[in-house]
């Protein structure tokens, strides 16, 4: 089975432009996870979508938003970039249901930088 | 709310000798408790997880941890560290309905030829 998968693995954008990100979960997963992680704030949960539906958030604002489409694939867009916002998201997919603490499989993150 | 502390941010091992880094958590309830390694550049790969049961759980790569309700700790050992376990280790639990993990600040295991 092919893994978690993201793209782009690297990408260059400017301060006040926007960004979207693509991750494909492994084939049959119907959750993904979306995760920043930061040298200063180490991994942060962004959200959770299962079945085109967001059902859980992190604490961030509101200019990070993802979506989830039918076939699982998901992206996540960060509008009016800032420095801060330059990170590695981490993708993760997982293929249980309901109960908390399923395994999750990560993918191999895209890292973003902005200038 | 709920969160999770790695109180070594480095460790340094010589090959061959043993090690165990330190996790503790904070929440009444006993969450679901996982450890993760990063190699650099590369995103996280499953070492191992505790949901119930046995509180000593063995994991891949020879590691094993264990689970301390009394300490809220959850410990990730190895006796015997090779140069490839050279890697960033997070402990991360999870409690909702849901795949929200918390993570601690990670540590950074060198190993010493």
């Known amino acids: 089975k092919a893994g978690v998968t993201q793209t782009p693995r690297y990408l260059i954008k400017t301060r006040g432009q926007q960004v979207t990100l693509s991750c494909s979960p492994i084939?049959?997963?119907?959750?993904v996870s979306w995760y920043q992680q930061t040298p200063g704030q180490g991994l942060q949960f962004l959200f959770e979508y299962f079945s085109e539906t967001q059902r859980n958030k992190g604490n961030f604002p509101g200019r990070f938003s993802g979506r989830q489409f039918s076939n699982s694939r998901s992206e996540m867009n960060v509008s009016t970039l800032e420095l801060g916002d330059s990170a590695l998201y981490l993708c993760?997919?997982?293929?249980?249901?309901?109960?908390?603490?399923?395994?999750?499989?990560f993918g191999p993150g895209t890292r973003l930088t902005v200038l | 709310a709920q969160s999770v502390t790695q109180p070594d941010i480095h460790i340094t091992v010589s090959e061959g000798a043993s090690l165990e880094l330190r996790c503790n958590y904070s929440y009444g309830a006993t969450p679901y408790l996982f450890w993760y390694v990063q190699s650099p550049g590369q995103g996280l790969q499953l070492l191992l997880k505790?949901?119930?049961?046995?509180?000593l759980v063995q994991g891949i790569k020879g590691f094993e941890a264990e689970f301390k309700r009394s300490q809220s700790s959850f410990n990730l050992r190895k006796p015997s560290v090779h140069w490839s376990d050279a890697a960033e280790y997070f402990c991360a639990v999870s409690y909702n309905a849901g795949n929200m993990l918390t993570f601690g600040g990670g540590t950074r295991l060198m190993v010493k030829p």
């Open positions: 993760a997919s997982s293929s249980l249901l309901t109960s908390a603490g399923n395994e999750q499989f």
């Open positions: 505790y949901f119930s049961g046995d509180t």
């Open positions: 084939s049959g997963h119907r959750s």
